[in-house]
Antibody, heavy 119, light 111 residues
Framework: EVQLLESGGGLVQPGGSLRLSCAAS????????MSWVRQAPGKGLEWVSG????????YYADSVKGRFTISRDNSKNTLYLQMNGLRDEDTAVYYC????????????WGQGTLVTVSS | QSALTQPASVSGSPGQSITISCTGT?????????VSWYQQHPGKAPKLMIC???KRPSGVSNRFSGSKSGNTASLTISGLQAEDEGHYYC???????????FGGGTKLTVL
């Protein structure tokens, strides 16, 4: 069974940093692209970033470009999101998801981790 | 890039059919057959219901179907059931700097 388990969320002050992790199991992690998608409280979904299976290609939404860095450690079956320069508007539940590289859909998704940016 | 446009809410009675629209532009929905739809229940992670405009992943009921015409994609749910209640989001590949765009979401209420 494919499982994705996010961790690392919490309360951080504006301007601060946080690193999220997503531990994957049940599939050959290195063969699949992955993405982070976030959801602000009571709001819709927003794609944040994606990375190829090898980690050689990375992609970012304009809203986080230059502040967030996606990476992966295929030896540990783990996806990361390093978030710097956090803003109030980055407050959201962050989901990791398997990202189909050819047809651009997300499945499955993890249960999410909450990031709150507040002073 | 702007988010895709969905109606805020739709409703229907058990057994009826409903359709949720998802309007983009000629740069995203209109240019690629990479539209997907997700169902989300309160407090839960989204679930893929339709991919590549009209394909159903294994395990998804055949009551769910997708289509596209021009810059607008649609999700149709037939034979509405109480368990279908929740939020639905469309998503499209955009080919621009923000690769993936989501709709604002539609709340489905089963009366």
């Amino acid at each position: 069974e494919v499982q994705l388990l996010e961790s690392g969320g919490g309360l951080v002050q504006p301007g601060g940093s946080l690193r999220l992790s997503c531990a994957a199991s049940g599939f050959t992690f290195s063969s699949y692209a992955m993405s982070w998608v976030r959801q602000a409280p009571g709001k819709g979904l927003e794609w944040v970033s994606g990375i190829s299976g090898s980690g050689g290609s990375t992609y970012y939404a304009d809203s986080v470009k230059g502040r967030f860095t996606i990476s992966r450690d295929n030896s540990k079956n783990t996806l990361y999101l390093q978030m710097n320069g956090l803003r109030d508007e980055d407050t959201a539940v962050y989901y990791c998801a398997n990202w189909d590289w050819n047809y651009y859909w997300f499945d499955p998704w993890g249960q999410g981790t909450l990031v709150t940016v507040s002073s | 890039q702007s988010a895709l446009t969905q109606p805020a809410s739709v409703s229907g009675s058990p057994g009826q059919s409903i359709t949720i629209s998802c309007t983009g532009t000629s740069s995203d929905v209109g240019s690629y057959n990479f539209v997907s739809w997700y169902q989300q229940h309160p407090g839960k992670a989204p679930k893929l219901m339709i991919c590549e405009v009209n394909k159903r992943p294994s395990g998804v009921s055949n009551r769910f179907s997708g289509s596209k015409s021009g810059n607008t994609a649609s999700l149709t749910i037939s034979g509405l059931q109480a368990e279908d209640e929740g939020h639905y989001y469309c998503c499209s590949y955009s080919g621009s700097s923000t690769l993936m765009l989501f709709g604002g979401g539609t709340k489905l209420t089963v009366l």
